[in-house]
């Protein structure tokens, strides 16, 4: 069987989220850390978001290896 890489625009998927998820992480953190003033919402709502995108992520990763 063989593998099925996913692209947009000539970048994987799994690349694309991977740099997604890095960028949330930083806000998370900053946000976290109050270095940029985040209401506590925006704050969650980034938080879950990181967490669905990071499982999709990681799935597809599971996936293609």
């Known amino acids: 069987m063989g593998v099925i890489v996913m ?9 694309i989220l991977g740099m997604v998820n890095f960028v949330l992480l930083l806000f998370q953190m900053a946000s976290g850390l109050r270095w940029i003033k985040a209401p506590f919402g925006v704050h969650r ?5 990181f967490f669905i995108i990071a499982s999709v992520h990681g799935l597809l990763g599971f996936m293609a290896g």
């Open 7 to 15: 692209m947009i625009g000539g970048l994987s998927i799994i690349l």
């Open 45 to 49: 709502k980034t938080g879950i978001a």
